[in-house]
């Protein structure tokens, strides 16, 4: 009987962070402790209600997907894995663990200021401040390239500082697609493969119309 302890050991979910190109890593977050569940939401793109003929069958692009889930932070447990946060107790609990995520949905402080500067010498256009690629990377076959929509962060316990050392944090994203990335970047490539992915599982797979009670085609 093989002992627990040499049972494989489950990889770790995560983000990785690459510049607007795609070409370089700025920075991997490697989940502490996997999600127990994540609720996928997929809605298709079809016609507009209403549409006659061959039309009301036609998509006009890829699904929206969001992906929900929770994850935990914990500063008194050493569960993480080689390359993950290290949490370090005592010395402001999980809070630069915390801002690991926070940061990716905020500009860089440097780029607000060069903003508010441009837009006082009466800049004609500012164009929006430019953000890093994020892939959600649930084991290698599903690598995404995603926008966070929404953390929620409830803190549960906290140090003589005040500084948290246990929070749940449930985190929203939103799939990017060839609709939101122009083809031929890295994160319009990452998700063409996924769907690639997604079409090749599909392949072969189905019951048979005996199985709905019918006899033959409908």
């Not at 996997?34 to 209403?50: E, I, Y």
């Not at 402080?109 to 430019?130: F, K, S, T």
């Not at 019951?207 to 709905?212: K, R």
């Amino acid at each position: 009987m093989v002992a627990l302890s040499q049972s494989p050991r489950a990889l770790k979910g995560g983000f990785v962070v690459m510049d607007g190109d795609g070409k370089a890593v700025i920075r991997t977050i490697v989940f502490q402790f996997n999600p127990d569940s994540l609720t996928r939401r997929l809605t298709p793109a079809g016609a507009q209600s209403g549409a006659e003929g061959t039309a009301a069958l036609r998509l006009t692009g890829p699904p929206q997907e969001t992906l929900t889930f929770e994850i935990e932070l914990d500063a008194t447990d050493s569960s993480v894995a080689p390359g993950g946060p290290v949490l370090a107790p005592g010395e402001e609990g999980i809070t630069a663990d915390l801002a690991l995520l926070e940061v990716l949905i905020s500009p860089k402080v440097d780029d607000m200021v060069a903003g508010h500067e441009m837009a006082m010498r009466g800049a004609l256009e500012i164009l929006p401040l430019p953000s890093p690629l994020v892939l959600l990377v649930l084991g290698p076959n599903r690598v995404l390239p995603v926008r966070i929509t929404d953390v929620s962060v409830t803190e549960e316990a906290f140090d003589t500082n005040l500084d948290p050392i246990r929070a749940r944090l449930s985190i929203g994203t939103s799939v990017l697609t060839v609709d939101d990335l122009a083809w031929g970047t890295k994160g319009a490539e990452l998700y063409m493969a996924a769907l690639a992915r997604r079409e090749k599982r599909a392949e072969g797979k189905g019951g048979a119309l005996s199985a709905l009670g019918l006899s033959g085609t409908p």
